[in-house]
């Protein structure tokens, strides 16, 4: 596994964790803001892993397509990267 993939997988182990934590606190009924402040720090990890995989993807799948003289895989890897991009936006 490259060191793109392990920092990957360290944000969405540290978010795993930040969700226990979060569920503890609501099943403790702790301060709202509390429990909104920790989500929003899983939601950054969250983005954060997300834009790692992107990158890495772009660096590698992406560029392999756009490199190749393949028509249908170019398309199909741009169909791809704009479908993500959009759920990304929303």
């Known amino acids: 596994m490259n060191k793109a993939k392990q920092q990957t997988l360290i944000n969405f182990k540290k978010t795993r964790s930040l969700l226990d934590k979060i569920i503890k606190m609501i099943d403790e009924d702790k301060y709202c803001i509390d429990i909104i402040q920790q989500n929003l720090a899983a939601i950054g990890l969250l983005k954060s892993a997300n834009a790692m995989l992107m990158e890495g ?4 799948c992406f560029k392999n397509a756009v ?11 741009i169909a791809e990267i704009l479908k993500v991009t959009k759920l990304t936006n929303k």
């Open 67 to 77: 490199i190749s003289k393949n028509s249908a895989k170019q398309q199909k890897m």
């Open 57 to 60: 993807h772009l660096n590698s």
